[in-house]
């Protein structure tokens, strides 16, 4: 009886299945998306951002006759209010993610420093200041929040699509309670804004002018800020 000798199988061909069996547990590709996830909110904020933003170039174009001195300040301040619901707009879209988390701080943090020394040179209605400077000291944390992504595509910036589920323990609890504190003064200055409960205004007279459009303008701001750190948490 004659035996058939079969070879053995080629080292290489072993090694090959060994490789493939080691692939298998790789990890997928990190996943870059926008701040906000819901098409339809984003797009709401999206309006509400832009609008604000429309009505503070306009009044550094063609600052209001209530500007009595300096007119410079003014229109100092109005220029960051254009820049922060810009930054906003940019903060909630992909395409926002190519802008580095540095420049997030370096900007907020300019802003909150100018609003902070507003704050304690006014000799009256220091509210104001100290609520813009507050405001965007929360924009200095949602930039700080943000962490850095190293993949392929070199992006950076405001991954909240995958940053929406990213803080835990006190960081998730600050951006709650940042959020909070921006949507409830948001009631604030729309209650200004419609001159309800005899809140003071900006307007000395409310007979021509019913509303407060400069109230109202920070109150939608205050708002969408508000709702997109609470996105965060």
Do not use: K, Q
């Not at 061909?13 to 819901?38: N, Y």
């Not at 006759?65 to 300040?73: D, F, H, N, R, S």
């Not at 906003?88 to 190519?98: L, S």
């Not at 409310?206 to 109202?216: E, K, R």
């Amino acid at each position: 009886m004659t035996t058939t000798w079969a070879p053995p199988s080629p080292p290489a061909a072993r090694t090959s299945a060994a490789t493939e069996v080691r692939r298998l547990p790789e990890a997928p590709p990190p996943f870059v998306g926008p701040m906000i996830g819901i098409a339809p909110l984003r797009w709401l904020l999206t309006v509400a951002f832009g609008g604000a933003a429309a009505f503070h170039l306009l009044r550094c174009l063609r600052p209001p006759a209530a500007w009595l001195c300096p007119v410079a300040e003014h229109r100092l301040s109005e220029m960051l209010h254009l820049v922060m619901g810009l930054s906003m707009i940019a903060m909630i879209w992909p395409w926002g993610a190519a802008v580095p988390a540095a420049a997030w701080i370096a900007i907020f943090m300019m802003s909150t420093g100018w609003f902070a020394v507003r704050a304690v040179w006014t000799p009256r209605g220091r509210a104001h200041p100290v609520f813009f400077a507050t405001a965007t000291g929360t924009m200095v944390w949602m930039g700080a929040s943000t962490p850095g992504d190293a993949s392929a595509g070199g992006h950076s910036g405001m991954d909240m699509a995958r940053m929406g589920h990213a803080p835990v323990g006190c960081a998730g609890w600050a951006s709650a309670l940042l959020g909070g504190y921006l949507v409830l003064a948001a009631f604030w200055w729309v209650g200004r804004g419609m001159h309800i409960g005899g809140l003071p205004t900006a307007t000395t007279n409310a007979v021509a002018c019913p509303l407060d459009w400069s109230a109202l303008c920070h109150g939608l701001m205050s708002a969408g800020m508000g709702i997109a750190l609470l996105a965060m948490a």
